[in-house]
């Protein structure tokens, strides 16, 4: 580009960087990263992936459910962000996802279930963060309250606990 006159190569690198921006348009983690999102995404903040710290993922948009699971006794609440929320917030496609845990756990799930259930990634068990002890700091959580369906062996095998990676399948 040191060939081209200014007044070419200045709106040049501009269209660049625009170009550029629209690709990488996520703030980045400023805390430990808990998530990271792989696959054919919109919105990414470095080298094609997404990247989540706790304040990034509590800056969506935050629902409660008051349900009771196999994994704990009686009613629990859990709160966090609709996965359908958190893959539009990256601008995912693909036929579906997998949900990583920690000890390489995986599930895939596909996007009817999204599109169907108000699944959440949940950040907070009776208001509080989860430990890695306790199943955190990242766990799926289907709506089993409102559909008494969902409780089946699929669907618990999908509700993913210490949850780190989500990758968009193609
Ligand atoms: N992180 C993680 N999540 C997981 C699993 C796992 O091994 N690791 N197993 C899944 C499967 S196959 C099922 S059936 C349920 C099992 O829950 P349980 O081990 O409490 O019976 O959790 C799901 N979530
Ligand atoms: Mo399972």
Redesign the pocket.
């Known amino acids: 580009m040191n060939r081209l006159p200014i007044w070419i190569a200045a709106p040049l690198a501009s269209l660049w960087l625009a170009f550029a921006a629209m690709a990488d348009t996520l703030p980045q983690p400023e805390g430990p990263v808990i998530l990271t999102i792989t696959g054919a995404l919109a919105h990414t903040n470095g080298d094609g992936v997404a990247r989540f710290d706790l304040a990034m993922i509590e800056a969506l948009e935050q629902h409660s459910r008051q349900v009771e699971t ?2 704990f006794e009686g009613v629990q609440d859990f709160t966090g962000p609709r996965l359908s929320a958190l893959m539009a917030h990256v601008g995912a496609t693909g036929s579906g996802i997998r949900v990583i ?3 390489a ?1 995986s ?1 895939n799930m596909p996007w009817s279930d999204l599109q169907s259930y108000p699944v959440i990634l949940a950040v907070r068990h009776n208001g509080r963060q989860m430990s890695l002890r306790d199943k955190g700091p990242l766990f799926v959580i289907y709506p089993f309250d409102q559909h008494p369906e969902l409780r089946n ?1 699929v669907v ?2 999908r ?4 949850v780190a990676g989500i990758e968009v399948l193609p």
């Not at 509700?159 to 210490?162: A, E, F, N, P, R």
């Open positions: 196999p994994w845990a920690v000890n756990y599930a062996e618990f095998s509700s993913v606990w210490q």
